[in-house]
């Protein structure tokens, strides 16, 4: 049977930034998904269902809060669906809205993500007692460290190569005006400098902490047809999980995520990533993950990845650009980060990312991770529709 | 189906259905070791294995296990690896069901393992439920979930639409018909007891519980080969209403019937119902919703006023309307299941076995 192609129509997010005082969550999320449908020249009208995506509910200390903002969104007499898997679920969320329009079950979906994590304490949100589990008092950045590491012994790589990915995507974010950090004064010397916080982990390559919605029009190819602006067209998607820790599991380069992308280059014919994808945006929360996932994705052979980023292929003028917005690096309203990535790629191929726009975009990768590296949520979009 | 153009979609069903027995208090287990027991069970039914399953979709609350990403765990459980195509929605499994039911109709996957779990037991549900309310202007002030049901309640009796002793009839019923369920928490003669919030009684209110439960979906010829009276998924749809209580007119529920008429369930009579009504005075707004007369079995495994496990207690809707299905006690079924305060949240999905 044949499956309905998913074209992205509009795309809207909020300026991203520490604490959006100004709004209340039903604020912020209606502040991206105005602008989504501003850009697809729709009106909530035109909306068939609204999926919605977030990470934990502890972290703005809300329970379910798609009940809570089914007004704000439009969705009174719609049917909403909230997704979460944990840090990939703002590009799960987009995955699940894209199969409601591709099953042709309706025709054109609202998906948002957010996080306002000045609400609450993500640190706290993430570290509540378990009975018999060992704590994760270190927060995030203390349990992917040791994966860093081991990525570090095992490929050779120099310890100059975070830094350079710090630096990079800084750079990138202050061509994108939505970019919570923008740091005028970076230098690589700065990020070098910056106090460690777990080793090898730097405070200048970590993400920040930040309150922001990201929103997205999809819509079938009939809705295609009317949208004022190019959509973007998606090639492939799909989700893979795996245990959070076992015998065996490679957590530098897990397998969830290799046959993730395995997956979605099937659906989109690519043969060879490194050839037939323009540009990614990947989710990189600390500086190291640009190399890491290099080889996951298959853009680079295992221990190779860092020799693109030392080789400044990485960069926005480079051969393969990667999170030309400026990444999670430089934004990290954690639920949705995700779909930022995801809705990125879809500005690149649209032509519609302004001053961080990839010249020749054809196709570009959107990639989410989350738990401990064990979800997986990744897109390739075009600016061609698929042919099938 | 709930398109708005008619497609040659591939055919749906639930094809397998296992649940816990639901209990006041689980001390002894984990949320994982409660769900381990339904997943062997309902992949036994059918003789596959997770690697089988072309995706896996399951529905819980942070909220109700108390820690961030609980749901991680359970996928500990199922046993991913190799690693499985997977996603989870904070949200009753009959939303996970949804979710599937849609991977399936795009012909991605051919089958589906869905599952849902709570345990209400470790906290007070009525206090935790108050943060699923507007967190600015109606949480801080901590109203509960048996009061705002007593609202609703209230303004049916207002309206000429029940009374107390209509309600003490469902609660009765419930769990008079639940003797047969070896799986609900209360049975047989409950006393309708004292006045929890004016004009719901004990009676009038579900039992707190743990229990979990799953689903296996599958696609045409594979559900024909996986179970001798497949129930198909005829149509499924949900609908939500606004949140205020005040915008609402809580003696209806018009995100009930739209969900239903999505569905497809009024294009023919139903011989049996499953209705997600955590109060009595819930199932008078359904029926009437649904346009249910008395010639309808209406929740004979005693419905959520006998077993009302947080997040699975809609799942287990569909599952034991299909059960019926697939044991032949029923022909064309439909199952309901509700989420948020006073019905604000509802799915409606018409099941039906192939004529014998």
Not at chain 1, 107 to 120: I, Y
Request: with cysteine; proline share 6%.
């Amino acid at each position: 049977m044949s499956k309905e192609p998913v074209a992205v129509v509009g795309i809207g997010q909020t300026k991203h930034a520490a604490a959006r005082r100004d709004v209340s969550i039903a604020g912020l999320v209606r502040e991206a998904a105005r602008r989504a449908l501003d850009d697809a020249e729709l009106t909530w009208a035109d909306v068939d269902a609204v999926v919605i995506g977030k990470a934990p509910d502890f972290f703005e200390g809300v329970m379910m809060p798609e009940l809570y903002l089914a007004d704000a969104l439009g969705a009174v007499g719609k049917p909403m669906l909230r997704v979460h898997t944990a840090g990939s679920v703002g590009g799960s969320t987009a995955l699940v809205a894209a199969n409601l329009v591709a099953a042709r079950v309706h025709r054109t979906v609202l998906t948002l993500a957010f996080e306002k994590q000045s609400e609450s304490n993500a640190m706290w949100g993430l570290s509540l007692p378990i009975p018999f589990q060992q704590p994760l008092l270190a927060g995030a950045g203390g349990f992917f460290a040791p994966h860093v590491r081991a990525y570090m012994r095992r490929s050779g790589a120099p310890d100059t190569v975070g830094s350079l990915v710090a630096y990079k995507d800084r750079r990138n974010a202050l061509k994108n005006p939505y970019a919570h950090l923008h740091e005028h004064d970076i230098t690589l010397e700065k990020v070098q400098s910056s106090p460690m916080l777990w080793d090898p982990i730097r405070y200048s390559e970590t993400c920040p902490s930040s309150d922001g919605a990201c929103a997205m029009i999809l819509t079938d190819r009939a809705g295609a047809a009317r949208a004022p602006r190019p959509p973007a067209w998606m090639l492939g998607g799909a989700m893979r999980s795996e245990p959070t820790l076992f015998a065996g599991k490679d957590a530098v380069s897990p397998r969830a995520g290799k046959d993730c992308a395995a997956d979605v280059y099937r659906q989109a014919g690519v043969t060879d990533p490194r050839r037939d994808i323009d540009a990614v945006e990947m989710y990189v929360p600390f500086s190291w993950y640009e190399p890491m996932w290099l080889e996951n994705l298959g853009f680079a052979d295992e221990g190779e990845g860092w020799k693109l980023t030392e080789a400044g292929v990485t960069e926005l003028d480079g051969d393969l650009p990667v999170n030309m917005s400026g990444g999670v690096l430089s934004a990290n309203p954690i639920g949705a980060s995700g779909m930022i990535r995801f809705a990125e790629a879809a500005l690149q191929v649209r032509g519609q990312a302004g001053e961080h726009q990839v010249e020749r975009a054809r196709r570009v990768l959107g990639h989410a991770y989350g738990g401990g590296s064990q979800f997986f949520s990744m897109w390739l979009v075009g600016a061609a529709a698929p042919e099938s | 189906m709930t398109s708005e153009e008619p497609s040659g979609v591939r055919d749906i069903a639930v094809v397998a259905f296992a649940q816990t027995d639901v209990r006041r208090t689980t001390d002894e287990l984990s949320e994982v070791e409660m769900l381990m027991p339904v997943l062997h069970s309902v992949l036994d039914r059918t003789g596959l294995k997770t690697a089988d399953m072309d995706f896996t979709c399951s529905g819980s609350s942070d909220y109700l296990a108390g820690r961030a990403f609980s749901f991680t765990l359970a996928l500990d459980g199922v046993g991913a690896w190799p690693p499985i195509s997977e996603s989870h929605v904070e949200m009753d499994g009959a939303w996970a069901l949804y979710e599937a039911w849609t991977k399936l109709l795009t012909g991605d996957a051919d089958t589906a393992l869905v599952y849902s779990y709570g345990k209400s037991s470790p906290g007070s549900v009525r206090d935790v439920l108050t943060r699923q309310l507007d967190p600015y202007y109606v949480a801080p002030l901590w109203p509960d979930s048996v009061a705002l049901a007593a609202l609703q309640a209230q303004a049916l009796i207002d309206a000429g639409d029940t009374d107390e002793p209509a309600l003490a009839a469902i609660g009765a019923r419930s769990r008079r018909v639940a003797t047969l369920n070896s799986r609900a928490q209360l049975r047989g003669s409950v006393p309708q007891g004292d006045y929890v919030v004016r004009p719901l009684r004990t009676g009038d209110c579900p039992p707190v519980g743990d229990g979990a439960a799953a689903v296996i979906l599958a696609a045409g010829e594979r559900a024909r080969a996986l179970c001798s009276r497949p129930a198909w998924i005829r149509g499924i749809d949900h609908r939500i209403e606004a949140h205020a209580l005040g915008v609402r007119d809580l003696t209806d529920s018009p995100s009930t019937r739209l969900a239903a008429e999505k569905a497809g369930a009024f294009e023919r009579p139903v011989d049996t119902a499953e209705l997600h009504a955590p109060f009595s005075a819930q199932e008078v707004v359904l029926r009437k919703a649904l346009r249910l007369n008395d010639s309808v079995r209406v929740n004979l495994s005693g419905g959520a006023l006998a077993a009302n496990p947080m997040m699975a207690a809609g799942l287990i809707r569909i599952g034991e309307a299909a059960a019926r299905i697939h044991r032949g006690e029923s022909d064309r079924a439909l199952a309901h299941a509700t989420s948020g305060p006073c019905l604000q949240q509802n799915l409606v999905a018409v099941l039906e076995g192939e004529p014998r």
